[in-house]
Nanobody
């Protein structure tokens, strides 16, 4: 069982930065880990994903060039660095991980383990 634990949300002004962190001991074993977000009245959106076995990443078009997903801390932590934040980035952000056996296609795979979420609010 994987239990992602998120931290790092908060409130910033338009154009500001935040860094989200997601920790789980099982991340060091190659699997897909992703950050997702959901705003009130909207569907959940995949923001960024990483395969922890080789560091391969993918991003939603809406965040390319502004967000960076990475690993650190002996690969037990997955970070989401968010720069040049916009009001439309405001949402609850969730970290999720897939079973190892689901493989390396992190864009289309199902995610099995979800964190509690952390709120990001960007004021205009």
């Amino acid at each position: 069982q994987v239990q992602p634990v998120e931290s790092g949300g908060g409130s910033v002004q338009d154009g500001g930065s935040l860094r989200l962190s997601c920790a789980a001991a099982e991340f060091k074993y190659g699997r897909c880990v992703g950050w997702f977000r959901q705003a009130p009245g909207k569907e959940r959106e995949g923001v960024a994903r990483i395969y922890t076995g080789n560091g391969g990443t993918s991003y939603a078009d809406s965040v390319k060039g502004r967000f960076t997903i990475s690993q650190e801390g002996a690969e037990n932590t997955v970070l989401l660095q968010m720069d040049n934040l916009k009001p439309e980035d405001s949402a609850m952000y969730y970290c999720a991980a897939a079973h190892q056996w689901r493989g390396r296609d992190c864009t289309t795979t199902r995610y099995d383990f979800w964190g509690q979420g952390t709120q990001v609010t960007v004021a205009s």
